[in-house]
């Protein structure tokens, strides 16, 4: 068994708080860029841009709706919306992996609570309809 002096113990007591210290940073950047990022995805002349909670930001619909019914827009508005959030979980998940690395703990949890959303969201989105009308 070996015998640590006091000054071994401090010098790892303070190897652990800087480590602890970079973590931080690290999980504070990751989280300035993930909440800077957006995705964005066109469905049938309808884009949405989602920011990375899946939180529609932005929502461009075409010049042209009046041989749209609205159920048929509906749909279109939440695929698109559906698949925005697919753009920005890429994105989300690649700058995890930048920040953490690509097979950490960190990284691995990100990915899991992006497909949690992800299956929320697919199951509150219809399938398109029988006959859309243009």
Same mark, same amino acid.
């Given at each position: 068994m070996s015998h $640590? %002096? @006091?000054?071994? &113990? +401090? /010098?790892r007591i303070d190897q652990d708080v800087a480590a602890a210290q970079? /973590?931080?940073a690290l999980a504070t950047r990751f989280r300035q860029t993930a909440d800077q990022l957006r995705g964005t995805a066109t469905?049938? =002349?309808? %884009? *949405? #841009? &989602?920011? *990375?909670? =899946? *939180? !529609? %930001?932005? $929502? #461009? !619909? @075409?010049d042209r709706l009046? +041989? /749209?019914r609205s159920t048929v827009l509906a749909a279109q508005v939440l695929r698109a919306t559906r698949a925005a959030y697919a753009d920005v979980t890429a994105k989300v998940q690649q700058a995890a992996g930048e920040a953490f690395g690509a097979d950490s703990p960190v990284t691995a949890r990100v990915r899991g609570e992006l497909d949690r959303r992800a299956e929320v969201l697919a199951s509150s989105t219809p399938p398109p309809p029988d006959n859309v009308l243009r």
């Amino acid at each position: 068994m070996s015998h $640590l %002096t @006091p000054e071994d &113990v +401090h /010098r790892r007591i303070d190897q652990d708080v800087a480590a602890a210290q970079e /973590r931080a940073a690290l999980a504070t950047r990751f989280r300035q860029t993930a909440d800077q990022l957006r995705g964005t995805a066109t469905v049938d =002349g309808v %884009t *949405a #841009t &989602v920011d *990375a909670s =899946g *939180a !529609l %930001t932005e $929502l #461009t !619909l @075409p010049d042209r709706l009046e +041989h /749209r019914r609205s159920t048929v827009l509906a749909a279109q508005v939440l695929r698109a919306t559906r698949a925005a959030y697919a753009d920005v979980t890429a994105k989300v998940q690649q700058a995890a992996g930048e920040a953490f690395g690509a097979d950490s703990p960190v990284t691995a949890r990100v990915r899991g609570e992006l497909d949690r959303r992800a299956e929320v969201l697919a199951s509150s989105t219809p399938p398109p309809p029988d006959n859309v009308l243009r």
